[in-house]
Nanobody, 124 residues
C-alpha cells in the first residue's frame, strides 16, 4: 500500500555524479525498509542499496560500495541515492522498492512495492 515515484535520472559523463530520489505517498513510511535496484538491457534486476526503517543500517552491492550512498528522511517520506564516480557499468533503469513485513530484504522478490524507475545513462 505504498506509491513510489523516482526522479533524478539523466545523462552524465563518466566520473560524474547524480542524486536519485524516491517519494513515497501512501503508507506509514517509517514501517518500510527501502531499497534501490537497477536493471540494464538484457540483464536481471539487481540490488544496489538498502536502508533500514530507522535509517541506521545500510547495505550496498559490492560494485557500488564507496561510490553510492543511500539515505532516507522519514519526516518527508523520501529515500535518496547519491551516486558518485559513475562509470558505464552503472547505466541502467534505477527503481525504488519498499517492504513492510521483512526487516532486511535484499532480493527483488522480497519487496512488495515498486516504482516505475528512472533512467541513468553514463557516457564514456
Amino acid at each position: 500500500q505504498v506509491q513510489l515515484v523516482e526522479s533524478g535520472g539523466g545523462l552524465v559523463q563518466a566520473g560524474g555524479s547524480l542524486r536519485l530520489s524516491c517519494a513515497a505517498s501512501v503508507g506509514i513510511f517509517s514501517y518500510y525498509y527501502m531499497g534501490w535496484f537497477r536493471q540494464a538491457p538484457g540483464k536481471e534486476r539487481e540490488f544496489v542499496a538498502g536502508i533500514s526503517r530507522s535509517g541506521r543500517t545500510t547495505a550496498y552491492a559490492d560494485s557500488v560500495k564507496g561510490r553510492f550512498t543511500i539515505s532516507r528522511d522519514n519526516a518527508k517520506n523520501t529515500v535518496s541515492l547519491q551516486m558518485n564516480s559513475l562509470n558505464s557499468e552503472d547505466t541502467a533503469l534505477y527503481s525504488c522498492a519498499a517492504e513492510s513485513r521483512k526487516l532486511a530484504p535484499s532480493r527483488p522478490a522480497d519487496f512488495g512495492s515498486w516504482g516505475q524507475g528512472t533512467q541513468v545513462t553514463v557516457s564514456s
